[in-house]
């Protein structure tokens, strides 16, 4: 899998790309990444990338022509197999789980990271296959939009996490009926006068497993209903779950 990566600050992957359990992905090749400066395809002494918007108004826009030499750079690098071109923007699909699967399960992309007040649209209309946004929120620039993105990916890849089949366990995981994790504790037994629910120190297996299902299904029940509506919907919530969700709805009334 390869992505190919345009920015303006591609120093800051330096310390992203060999850090943590993903730097195994990408030392190995397994997410194999690589870093284009569009600068580097500007004109003149300054190799200016960036100017004044059409119309008026703040901020720098990204030229056109730096970024499409960049891009054409890449395609023929890549032999021009079909991969998708990605803007990071606002407007675009929210990323989550589902779609770091698809990407995780594909054979890479071009990935664009804006700056600025964006790119000239030209640019965008010609070759841009998708956009994905990290959230209602606006960043500085694609880079940390990139970054999640690649180590969403990477993380999923067999063998990178330490324990394999960890990430099956984590929130939103089609394994775990796309509830969100459950809370999780470590030594000391005490902390600060906290202790850790009795249940985890048993040794009992059965009963540390239903109690986690429990607790998934409580939080995720409390923080994003819709993901309890929904694997209910798809028919994976067991009698037992039903029951327990049942009574959490009657002890939250007779709180209220
Ligand atoms: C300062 S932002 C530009 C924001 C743009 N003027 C707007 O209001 O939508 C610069 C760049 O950061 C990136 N960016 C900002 N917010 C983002 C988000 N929520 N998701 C993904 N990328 C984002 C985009 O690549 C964008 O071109």
Redesign the pocket.
Same mark, same amino acid.
């Given at each position: 899998m390869r992505f190919d990566v345009i920015t303006l600050f591609p120093e800051l992957f330096t310390p992203f790309l060999a850090s943590g359990v993903t730097r195994r992905a990408y030392e190995s090749g397994l997410v194999e990444v690589k870093l284009w400066n569009p600068r580097d395809f500007a004109d003149g002494n300054y190799r200016r990338v960036d100017d004044r918007p059409f119309g008026g108004g703040p901020g720098m826009v990204m030229l056109a022509e730096p970024l499409a030499l960049c891009l054409e750079k890449i395609l023929a690098d890549r032999s021009r197999d079909g991969a998708p071109v990605v803007? =990071?923007?606002?407007?675009?699909e929210k990323l989550d789980h589902a779609g770091v699967e698809n990407w995780s399960a594909g054979s890479g992309a071009v990935l664009v990271?804006?700056?600025?007040?964006?790119?000239d649209q030209r640019f965008i209309d010609t070759y841009i296959d998708r956009q994905?946004?990290?959230?209602d =929120?606006?960043?500085?620039?694609?880079e940390i939009?990139a970054m999640a993105l690649l180590d969403a990916v990477a993380r999923l890849q067999p063998g990178v996490l330490n324990d394999e089949g960890s990430h099956q366990l984590d929130s939103f995981n089609p394994a775990l009926d796309g509830l969100l994790d459950c809370p999780h504790y470590t030594r000391p037994e005490s902390w600060r006068d906290q202790g850790v629910p009795q249940v985890l120190m048993s040794g009992n297996h059965a009963h540390i497993e239903r109690w986690r299902r429990e607790q998934r299904l409580a939080l995720t029940q409390q923080q994003r209903p819709e993901l309890v509506q929904n694997a209910r919907t798809a028919g994976q919530l067991t009698a037992g779950d039903e029951a327990f969700l049942a009574r959490l709805a009657k002890d939250i009334e007779l709180k209220a």
């Open positions: 803007l =990071f923007s606002p407007i675009g990271c804006g700056r600025y007040e964006g790119l994905v946004s990290l959230g =929120f606006v960043l500085s620039g694609g939009a």
